[in-house]
């Protein structure tokens, strides 16, 4: 990239998460960002530029990632992304945004603020993201129930993982413990599955 933009990488290392970086000509803008726990970057400039620096990447040998294969790295990483893991229904403590940084407790008002603040200082939530680990893949939407039959939860996404092989994230009940042997049931039958605490 840093060829790409005319300079040396000092200056993208160097960039804070979130920090703006802008061409001379104005003409390309680049912001760090750590999306997937990792960094990165993302590049808003014409498309005819955008082009450029795909082919100057793919000579370089640097392949694009497929939409299958990003969900897999978000997976694996425990990122919760909107309108999968949560929505605007979700308090963000339940999709683990305190545990990944991305809620702060110092900042002035905002929505939502008293509510994140309350259970920070003196509660907990009742539910939470978690990995479920299984021999067969699990389907998205499944009913997640304990060795008592009781439904404790639901499939949000599921993978197969090159590393981990198959891999879900499930929104559970606070009650389920790291280890638990555990059934997702969706239209294909049960599937046996270990929950493990996304960290």
Not at 11 to 27: K, Q
Not at 53 to 71: K, M, N, V
Not at 115 to 138: D, E, K, Y
């Amino acid at each position: 990239l840093a060829p790409w933009l005319g300079g040396g990488h000092e200056v993208l290392d160097a960039m804070a998460p979130l920090a703006l970086w802008r061409s001379a000509d104005a003409s390309v803008e680049v912001l760090r960002s750590d999306d997937y726990s990792t960094l990165g970057f993302d590049v808003v400039a014409a498309r005819e530029r955008i082009a450029e620096l795909r082919a100057t990447l793919e000579a370089q040998g640097i392949a694009e990632a497929s939409a299958e294969q990003l969900e897999i790295v978000s997976v694996e990483r425990g990122l919760p992304r909107f309108g999968v893991e949560m929505d605007g229904e979700t308090i963000p403590q339940e999709a683990n945004l305190d545990v990944l940084g991305a809620i702060s407790f110092t900042k002035g008002c905002y929505t939502g603020q008293e509510v994140v603040a309350r259970i920070h200082f003196r509660g907990h939530v009742n539910r939470h993201l978690r990995w479920l680990t299984s021999a067969t893949p699990v389907e998205r939407g499944a009913v997640v129930v304990d060795a008592e039959g009781k439904e404790v939860g639901d499939v949000r996404s599921s993978v197969v993982s090159p590393q981990r092989g198959p891999l879900a994230i499930a929104m559970l009940r606070r009650e389920v413990a790291a280890g638990s042997e555990l059934q997702v049931r969706g239209t294909a039958g049960a599937v046996p599955a270990t929950m493990q605490v996304i960290a």
